[in-house]
């Protein structure tokens, strides 16, 4: 919720020769893995005001989602939740891009984006609540503009680009922001979004990102060129940035919010990135991936790179970095307790919310089961049922 | 506090998991999260974070045992405020509030403060509320995603077991049964022969424990439906309650047996047998699996006239120095293999993928497959070529002896390097065999027939033998294999070749 004014300063918005479609994409980069802060002629202008203390908050969120991530895998070995799918090293391309959006805007995601959903505000605990099996649906998604996780591949680019559609409709400045995977291009839901997305010329953003591993399938096999490029057969401008790089996501993320908020129409961002971990807590990379890749990028870390620059400037105090330390442990511990706790569904529960109007079959459905249940028994029931006779 | 831990469900959908090994022992104190295991799970090895912060008391599992999911595997002494981390316990109320503050805070990034303050404050309190709301814990087991919800039996409306009433398409059924009345599995005999009795999870885990046999049970629910008032009444026997027949049972019936309905369930037993895979045949179903599905295997048969070996065994027999050994043809053709061997050693070897080498051995340890009382065997003969014909016929005497006996030990079943399997008693002529796992080849030896042959230009009467040969492609070539199995024909067409090949 952060570039809505920004965006207005329309006149003062460079030339955007690198997002038009026929152009080679260059990898765009503020903060190189070292840490350095490197100029850009043209995305220096969308970050302009991110001042030290927001520079802080970023590091802090991307730290804290980490932390998120590693308390809920642990979850998971210790049973209480049923799957996890990590976010680890994609760290900077959710709270980069999540961090740009305005409270209307609306977020359509895959089932990775926890920490943009941590952005957006979601109660910890309903964070969780579907990886418990408790609920078939986290959180209302009108209560923080997100759409529960989508699992099915792709899908989700389809409903981003029918909102944004409503959104045109309404004539509201509000952006519809579809997030998927390197996988998820291939899919033909993708694709079909895109080409509506740019037939109606709506206002969503396909974020996607290029974590390089779609479970077990490299991403050089599924596309023969970049990603981005992809997007020049749709007619949509697209941008490639370095995904771990949370200020240079949060850049392109602004220009293509502001793009689609003055009627421009879709955008396609390639955040380019990479899953240090496995595709869920069922998973074992080891078998498919070689260990040379992970240490490539684990020297491209988006948190270390911006500990690094905040050494530079001075501002990674040790007050800042217990503060820090305290924000994670304490969200996690929340998190932990939120997931622990959580009473468990009542078995009818599942019949709750399938229908808003009542139906004959469903209503079977729901005696059988009902019947069903009571063929337990319970000792003290039987002992009553005895005396009945 | 004793708080246990079970094994949950490590991937999805896993029964079970190996432990590997313990980052810690008893009396030791871990953090909450702290690596206490490493479990092989069937899809990646993973590290088990400890779940709670306390002191280990008991590791239920050594390493190396397979655990099945929802076991026990250690348990820990913890504060009584359970499964809360030290340091978020530790944590007052304003500490936790402030944090919440700050998490929610950070959901903007904000280039122009102002319009986004209402949101964020919004936001926090959505934040605040959203955790203070977090209920008391209500007192419950630890419900382990993965093995199913513990049924609470406090709190809920105490549910009473609906009694099935004939209704629709199901009243013409007669329900309930009536004494002395044929049941409804009585009335369908074709269908209580075919599919299993009629009853429902709950129902069958109750006969289950009460080990009653569905098949015994008359059901009173609609279309034969098995309640459990049914199996109930089965037990104690109520009378006229069942047409129950009452021979396995008969402990525990007093009356109510309607013997009439025996037969008609007792067919429905002899229609097919379930036999629990274990043991022996489980053990020869996993080698022949792998092996069938890890070597590519080739057969090749070569038939020959095999009357001169018969000859020689028969001059050996009268001989007094075989006289009193168990001189076969299994014998000789043993150590015609042997012999073979010798030049052909690539069939005396292992593929080993670990190590990305083949391992080629200068001894055998000759396997031969035996029927025994427990199933099939492969004990072998070790340093087999080492042996003179008499003490392979001996060695071969004493191995089939303590199989048929049972008494195989298992050293004597390990460490093979090339089998044989004598089918020719059975009366078969040839097959392909399946490797023993880990060797590179493995002969069956048919029947010896008399049968029409060629001999010296005519048509004769002669001892004709198939010998069946099965190697192992990634070792061994064609060439090789095709090599072996003619030298071994040859020395049983004329056991003088043998002179040409020692």
Known sequence: MSTDETGQGAAAAPEMAETSPAVAHRLIQLITPAGERVSHPEFDFWVKDVSDEQLCSLFEDMTVIRRIDVEATALQRQGELALWPPLLGQEAAQIGSGRSLRQDDFVFSSYRENGVAYCRGVDLTDLVRVWRGNASSGWNPYAINMATPQIIIGAQTLHATGYAMGIQYDGADAVSVAYFGDGATSEGDVNEAMVFAASFQVPVVFFCTNNHWAISEPVRLQSHIQLADRAAGFGIPSLRVDGNDVLAVMAVTRLALDRARRGGGPTFIEAVSYRMGPHTTADDPTRYRDANELEDWAAKDPISRVAALLERKGLLTADFQQHVRDQADAVAHRMRKGCTTMPDPEPMDVFRHVYSTPNSWLDRQQEHYARYLASFGEPAGAATQEGAR | ?502
């Open chain 2, 1 to 502: 506090m004793i708080k246990e831990f079970r094994l949950p469900d490590l991937g999805e959908g896993l029964t079970e998991s190996e432990i590997l090994s313990w980052k810690v022992a008893v009396g030791d104190t871990v953090t909450l999260n702290q690596v206490i295991a490493e479990v092989e799970t069937a899809k990646a090895v993973v590290e088990l974070p400890s779940p709670f912060a306390g002191v280990i008391r008991e590791l239920h599992e050594q390493p190396g045992s397979v655990v099945a999911v929802g076991n026990p595997i250690v348990s820990f002494e913890v504060p009584d405020d359970a499964a809360l981390p030290p340091a978020a316990a530790a944590k007052g109320p304003a500490n936790g509030a402030a944090a919440t503050e700050g998490a929610a805070g950070t959901v903007t990034a904000v280039p122009e403060e102002g319009a986004t303050e209402d949101a964020v404050a919004a936001s926090a309190a959505r934040g605040q509320s959203a955790v203070d709301a977090v209920p008391a814990p209500p007192k419950r087991e630890p419900n382990l995603v993965g093995y199913g919800a513990v049924v609470e039996s406090s709190g809920r409306p105490a549910r009473r077991p609906r009694i099935f009433a004939p209704a629709g398409s199901s009243a013409a059924d007669p329900s309930p049964v009536t004494p002395g009345q044929a049941g409804p599995a009585a009335a369908k005999p074709v269908e209580s022969t075919v599919e299993r009795p009629r009853s429902t999870p709950p129902v069958r885990k109750l006969a289950r424990d009460l080990q009653v046999d569905l098949a015994q049970v008359a059901g009173t629910g609609p279309q034969g439906l098995i309640t459990r008032e049914d199996v109930q009444a089965f037990v104690h026997g109520a009378p006229g309650e069942t047409g129950t027949p009452a021979e396995h049972r008969a402990a525990e019936q007093q009356s109510g047996e309607q013997p009439g309905k025996q037969p008609v369930v007792q067919g429905a037993g002899e229609r097919e047998f379930r036999t629990p895979i274990k043991g022996v045949r489980k053990y020869t179903a996993a080698a022949m699996v792998e092996s069938a599905f890890t070597a590519p295997h080739v057969t090749e048969f070569l038939t020959v006239d095999v009357t001169p070996t018969m000859e020689l065994l028969g001059r050996l027999k009268a001989s007094r120095e075989f006289g009193a050994l168990r001189l076969t043809p299994l014998t000789l053709a043993a150590k015609a293999v042997l012999i073979a061997l010798r030049r052909n050693p690539s069939l005396n070897s292992r593929w080993d993928g670990a190590a990305q080498e083949i391992v080629t051995y200068n001894y055998v340890n000759l396997g031969i497959a035996a029927a025994t009382p427990r199933g099939l065997t492969v004990p072998n003969i070790k340093d087999a070529d080492r042996l003179s014909l008499a003490g392979l016929a001996e060695a071969l005497a004493a191995l089939t002896d303590t199989a048929r006996a049972g008494r195989t030990a298992p050293a004597e079943l390990s460490g093979g390097t090339l089998s044989i399997t004598n089918i020719g008693v059975f009366g078969i002529d040839a097959g392909t065999p399946i490797l023993n796992p880990g060797e590179a080849a493995i002969l069956a030896l048919g029947a010896v027939r008399t049968a029409p042959w060629e001999y010296r230009g005519e048509v004769a009467l002669r001892q004709v033998i198939t010998l069946s040969l099965s190697f192992d492609h990634r070792l061994v070539d064609g060439e090789q294999g095709s090599r072996f199995l003619a030298d071994v024909g040859a020395i049983l067409a004329e056991p003088g070749m043998a002179l040409t090949m020692v």
